[in-house]
């Protein structure tokens, strides 16, 4: 069984984030990256997939050299190959989604798997753009994954329980929280990982959909207000939820 694991490298979330000098970006300087968390999940479902039933795992990012870093995580988790679409920084999701596909044709795998979203930009685009660009069927947020020759069963949290779905390979899903938890690499995978070729292929161009025209961070300022258990203060409370916060 052939499978493609979608990663991208992201912030570590104990890092500071500040904005970049140009207002557009962050600044990268002391800034931690990591394999996005999400896409951990992914990927160690496709490795327990693999020593079940064998074939091959393949990582596939698209971005810039610094993103041959991420790739070698996940070589030291346990990927066959590894795949760097060298795009450079300039990209939206529907870019990301387009390239994954176009490398999909060629490779032609049973399943692809994702994260259900990076923990940067947090689009949740990229699964269902690359479902539409491949025809195929698409299961997001999985928690539970149990495949039965060419038909797989998911489960997938939905608000006030789950959801149970059939789908026949090849398919792509993307992973959520639960269902698995993720290996650490041991040394010596590190060192091989190393050691082990990339793939860089050029990407394909596309019209970009979405432009960044500022980035600020949330402002701290706010007003304080303590309330008690009074009558008039709860009547307070519901006037300025009201008011100011706008809820009915």
Avoid: W
């Avoid at 994954?100 to 798997?113: G, H, L, R, T, V």
């Amino acid at each position: 069984m052939n499978i493609l694991v979608a990663i991208s490298r992201v912030p570590d979330t104990t890092t500071k984030i500040l904005v970049g000098g140009d207002g557009k970006s962050i600044d990268n300087n002391n800034v931690k990256f990591i394999l996005n968390p999400y896409d951990e999940y992914a990927l160690e479902e496709a490795l327990q997939i693999r020593e079940k039933n064998g074939g091959t795992v393949t990582a596939i990012t698209v971005g810039s050299q610094d993103n041959l870093e991420t790739l070698r995580s996940a070589l030291a988790m346990g990927a066959d190959n590894a795949v760097l679409v060298d795009a450079g920084n300039a990209f939206d999701s529907m870019f990301v989604a387009k390239n994954i596909a176009e490398y999909s044709k060629q490779f032609n795998p049973d399943i692809i798997f994702l994260g259900k979203q990076s923990i940067d930009f947090d689009s949740f685009q990229v699964p269902s753009y690359i479902s539409e660009f491949l025809d195929l069927p698409l299961a997001t947020s999985i928690t539970k994954l149990t495949l039965n020759d060419n038909n797989a069963i998911v489960e997938r949290e939905i608000e006030g329980g789950k959801e149970v779905l059939e789908l026949q390979l090849p398919a792509i899903f993307s992973a959520n929280k639960g269902l698995n938890i993720p290996r650490y690499p041991k040394l010596p995978d590190i060192m091989k990982a190393k050691k082990k070729p990339i793939d860089t292929i050029s990407p394909i161009s596309t019209n970009p959909t979405i432009t960044i025209d500022k980035m600020e961070l949330p402002s701290k300022t706010r007003l304080n207000k303590i309330f008690t258990d009074s009558e008039e203060d709860i009547l307070q409370v519901v006037n300025l939820l009201h008011e100011e916060a706008k809820i009915y």
